[in-house]
């Protein structure tokens, strides 16, 4: 039987990189738990028919508040990457839920306008006020919380593994690769 030829190989080495970079930090045994979980808009028109569902869910902080034995994050739901589970950045909401967490989150850190991502079970409802209007939140209780970093993805110039913009290529593979820099012309080349 033939093995793969080089240029398969070499191929074929950028995808697998990509796809290990491109990872949710959230393991195959949780996106499994999670999988066939209800939308949003179905959680938030009716939290009391999915209590104890395991489900994942995510967007930016609206504000932190440490309770005597809980803190509560108010977040404004945003839909996820599917291959990094990351909220995207958009103005496209379902609404805000609340996650609850056993552990001390200090404010300062879990701050407005941080990404976060939660798994955890739905507890149900609780009522609020946005504003001057009252709102029921869905409340998950997180088993696991990931607060992204702030600099995680700068359009245009940096993700992961790959550069582009002005000065900058992206390549792969032992030495070689391709991209566009001073002057913006493309081509291929040894790194």
Same mark, same amino acid.
């Given at each position: 039987m033939n093995s793969?030829? #080089? $240029?398969?190989?070499i191929l074929f080495l950028p995808v697998l990189l990509f796809g290990l970079i491109s990872c949710s930090p959230f393991s195959s045994t949780v996106k499994k738990e999670t999988r066939g979980q209800p939308s949003f808009s179905q959680l938030i028109r009716n939290p009391q028919a999915y209590k104890g569902r395991t489900v994942m869910f995510g967007g930016t902080i609206a504000q932190t508040k440490n309770l005597k034995n809980t803190t509560l994050i108010e977040v404004i739901q945003k839909p996820l990457d599917s291959s990094t589970d990351r909220p995207l950045d958009t103005d496209r909401s379902g609404g805000r839920f609340l996650i609850a967490s056993k552990k001390f989150l200090d404010p300062s850190i879990y701050s407005k306008d941080?990404? +976060?991502?939660? +798994? $955890?079970?739905? #507890?149900?409802?609780?009522p609020g006020v946005i504003g001057k209007r009252s709102y029921a939140y869905p409340v998950i209780g997180a088993t696991q919380i990931h607060l992204w970093s702030e600099s995680y993805y700068y359009?245009? *110039? *940096? *993700?992961p593994g790959y550069f582009w913009g002005p000065g900058w290529g992206w390549g792969w593979g032992p030495g070689w690769g391709w991209g566009w820099g001073p002057g913006w012309g493309w081509g291929w080349g040894w790194w």
């Open positions: 793969p030829s #080089l $240029g398969f190989r941080r990404a +976060v991502t939660v +798994v $955890g079970k739905v #507890l149900g409802v609780q359009p245009g *110039y *940096y *993700y």
